[in-house]
């Protein structure tokens, strides 16, 4: 090397031997292996032989491949790890002149390395997917290659497929043992392979296989129906063909069916395509359950009797045209499979219950209700009744005969005309049991039925008689219409004609006379007849009478008039009965208190001993208040009606013997202030009665409905008091009567009035109050409804009272008005009798 500034020179170097060849190099690709494995990578290295200080550029499918995640050996990008398929080459390059930027030399590119990649593994499937395959099925094995997204693939077997040998499906027609193995299959496209997938045993049974058919029970029971089913063992995805008694049975191919018919059943399996069938099942026998017969007796007598020939048939609805087999309980002794059991001469122990059963080829029924055959030990006797036992003039009567308790019977029918002879036979045979005869005498029958004909006991005897026409005549005495219960009646019957006749009378007394004449105590209502005998068979016609009997005996209605008095002025007293005209005599009573009790003692008026023949009677001059009673009898001996009811005639004025004062000294009251009611008098032993329109019996006394203190009788609460009031005493003194008025409304007012009678000329002040009494003012005054004064005021002053101011008096205030009261005026002349 020479260098000028500071003259140095060095010495030539060693030669060096430049060999340049003609050739452009070739760079070699090699692989550790050619197939990745599944989810793996293979490695591939790149040379230039015989030089270094390369780098590489790779290639895949004649593209740059990216090395950018590729990882270097000794030389950049020699070596590098590659996880996909595909054609690989690598080319070499270095600079000229060992750098600055000169251009890089380049190596020719490289062989070709084919790479295949690995993906998963396939798996053989079988289609269908039977769990059996038979010979003869058509079958296919399907390679199946997950997440292949729709990609061509071409397939190997093994076996190798005598078919399709690139095609993902296998198909075996009609396979047979031979075909018994592992298959395998794998498969690839472009730079892509799977591995061989596992193996997949295919099983072929060489026997071809027989349907099961099971039933859950092999009868249908009546109205119902039973379920079969068919199976084949091992396998499945069948449908099912059934039969019935050999014949395709019309149902959907289904495994499980119900059925209500019977017959013999069986099925068979089908499946694939094309179709391979199994071999039929056996056949299950299937009985039908139908109605339950019925045993009815033949002749059907509800009872029978010991020595008859009966037969029992066991019935089936609907079961007409089938041949059935019969079985009996007991068993039948003369043909054990017949419908129909026969029994001769029946005896006491074939009383007793039966029953019966059938069956055929696919039918069969249950045992029948129990049938109960009654055997009477007792051999019968017929009963003979007539509807009437007397022939009437030109007529006839019915005879009938009857067994009780059976039937089916024919009738023989006897006669004996008169006591000196025997009976005879009139009719036979006979298949009513009832007949019409005409003429009189002594009847009897007998029953007969079945075959051969058992024949009855005689009947008793029914004597029959003969109506004449005579009618006779009923007379009563007395001849009332109406007769009471207690009361004596005689009937006499009369026959015209001298004939000596003897008397028959149909009562409601057993005891009825022989004789023309009946004398009866009447009781109770009927009708009494009565007819003439002549002899045995001869009669007359009855004749019947209507006794009217009433109960209880009557009790008459006693009015009086008038019910007030006028001093001094007359009483009618009248006494209704029912039926006024039927003899009833009259008798008139005074009632007499009797402190001891609530009623009275009677005492008979004057002239009235013997009784009247008219329903009144009048007293004259009576003063005061009294009481009366009335009743009737007829008859003889006498009969009586009860005593009538106490009717009353009131006095109200006062009189030293017996009187009555009231507290306050009023007609009308409020309903819930006391009111006291005083007698005095003669006596010191006093009772007050009253008479309302409420109460019943209208006279009862104080203590029903107040308190009695000494000779005082107070009223606390006056609910239903308006009325008649008056005293009695222990003597049988009647005070005066005074009226009480309530006001049963508690806002109501009340008019005060006088209670006693006011004198003709005396001063009168009417005024008017509430319920705290005070006197009320404004108050407009009515005499017999009619306003007096067209003013109101607080009092109504009559300074000098007449007969005409007599009457209703009532005030009203605010729209509310008092109840009426009646002030009574007596004359100065009344006042002194």
Request: with cysteine; hydrophobic share 25%.
């Amino acid at each position: 090397m020479v260098r000028e500034g500071d003259r140095q020179l060095t010495e030539w170097s060693d030669a060096v031997t430049l060999t340049v060849r003609s050739d452009k190099p070739r760079a070699t690709l090699t692989a550790d292996r050619t197939v990745i494995p599944l989810g793996g990578s293979i490695t591939l290295t790149c040379s230039v032989d015989g030089s270094d200080d390369w780098k590489f550029d790779w290639f895949r499918n004649g593209r740059q491949y990216s090395v950018g995640r590729i990882r270097g050996n000794t030389e950049p990008y020699r070596v590098i790890s590659v996880s996909e398929g595909g054609v690989y080459s690598c080319r070499g390059g270095r600079e000229r002149g060992g750098g600055g930027g000169d251009p890089v030399f380049q190596t020719e590119t490289s062989n070709e390395v084919p790479i295949q990649k690995t993906v998963s593994k396939p798996t053989v499937t079988l289609q269908p997917t039977w769990p059996v395959i038979y010979r003869g099925e058509t079958v296919t094995l399907r390679c199946e290659i997950q997440d292949d997204g729709g990609t061509q693939w071409t397939y190997e077997w093994r076996p190798t497929n005598r078919n399709s040998p690139t095609s993902s499906e296998y198909r075996i027609n009609r396979v047979s043992e031979y075909d018994n193995g592992e298959y395998r299959c794998k498969a690839k496209r472009g730079r892509q392979l799977t591995d061989w997938s596992d193996a997949f045993r295919l099983t072929v049974r060489s026997d071809k296989p027989r349907a099961t058919v099971t039933a859950h029970r092999t009868t249908i029971p009546a109205g119902g129906s039973v379920t079969l089913s068919c199976s084949v063992e091992g396998s499945g995805d069948w449908k099912f063909d059934w039969f019935r008694n050999g014949q395709q049975y019309p149902v959907d191919q289904i495994r499980v069916i119900s059925v209500s018919e019977g017959g013999e059943y069986s099925c068979r399996g089908q499946r694939g395509n094309p179709v391979f069938q199994t071999e039929k099942s056996r056949e299950v026998s299937i009985q039908k359950t139908v109605s339950r017969p019925t045993v009815t007796l033949q002749p059907n007598w509800p009872v029978v009797f010991r020595g008859e020939t009966v037969t029992l048939r066991c019935e089936i609805q609907g079961g007409g045209g089938t041949q059935w087999k019969y079985e009996w309980i007991p068993a039948n002794r003369n043909s054990p499979s017949s419908s129909e059991y026969r029994i001769s001469s029946v005896s006491d122990s074939d009383g007793r219950n039966y029953c019966c059963k059938a069956h055929s080829d696919h039918q069969i029924t249950n045992w029948s209700s129990a049938f109960r055959l009654t055997v009477d030990g007792n051999r019968p006797t017929p009963s003979l009744t007539a509807k009437n036992y007397n022939i009437p003039a030109g007529g006839s009567v019915a005879l009938s005969c009857s067994v009780r308790g059976s039937a089916g019977w024919r009738f023989d029918w006897f006669r004996q005309e008169s006591v000196h002879h025997s009976a005879q036979s009139i009719r036979n045979n006979e298949s009513s049991g009832t007949i019409s005869v005409s003429n009189e005498g002594v009847y009897s029958c007998r029953g007969g039925r079945g075959d051969p004909v058992f024949y009855t006991e005689t009947s008793s005897e029914v004597t029959i008689q003969k109506t004449v026409p005579i009618t006779p005549t009923v007379i009563q005495q007395p001849n009332w219409s109406q007769i009471y219960r207690g009361e004596k009646v005689t009937l006499r019957c009369e026959i015209q004609g001298g004939t000596q006749w003897t008397y028959e009378w149909r009562t409601t007394n057993r005891n009825s006379p022989s004789s023309s004449e009946y004398r009866i105590t009447a009781d109770s209502s009927g009708d009494y007849g009565c007819r003439g005998r002549r002899d045995r068979f001869t009669l007359t016609e009855w004749r019947v009478i209507r006794l009217n009997v009433s109960s209880p005996k009557p009790q008459p209605v006693l009015s009086v008039s008038p019910s007030w008095l006028n001093p001094g002025a007359s009483v009618t007293l009248s006494c209704e009965v029912k039926h006024q005209d039927a003899g009833w005599r009259f008798f008139w009573y005074k009632a007499v208190s009797k402190l001891i009790s609530s009623s009275y003692s009677l005492e008979l008026l004057p002239g009235s001993t013997n009784g009247t023949e008219q329903n009144s009677f009048i007293i004259q001059g009576q003063n005061h208040t009294a009481g009366f009673v009335c009743r009737a009898g007829r008859g003889e001996p006498e009969f009586y009606t009860y005593y009538s009811e106490p009717k009353f005639v009131w006095s109200a004025d006062s009189h030293p013997a017996a009187s009555l004062s009231v507290s306050p000294d009023r007609v009308q009251h409020v309903i819930d202030q006391p009111v006291t009611l005083k007698c005095s008098g003669n006596d010191t032993k006093w009772r007050v009665r009253r008479f309302t329109d409420t109460t019943s019996p209208s006279h009862v006394q104080c203590s029903n409905w107040g308190t009695m203190h000494g000779s005082s009788c107070t009223i606390n609460r006056l609910w239903y008091h308006s009325g008649v009031y008056w005293c009695e005493s222990e003597s049988g003194e009647f005070s005066n009567a005074v009226n009480i008025t309530v006001q049963d409304d508690y806002d109501g007012i009340i008019l005060l009035s006088p209670v006693h009678p006011v004198t003709e000329g005396d001063p009168v002040t009417l005024s008017c109050r509430n319920k705290e009494q005070q006197l009320l003012s404004n108050v407009f005054f009515y005499h017999n409804d009619k306003l007096l004064h067209s003013d109101s005021r607080e009092e109504l002053n009559i300074s000098a009272v007449s007969k005409s101011d007599e009457g209703f008096y009532k005030c009203q205030h605010s729209g509310k008005d008092s109840p009426r009261s009646w002030m009574s005026v007596r004359g100065e002349e009344e006042e002194n009798v």
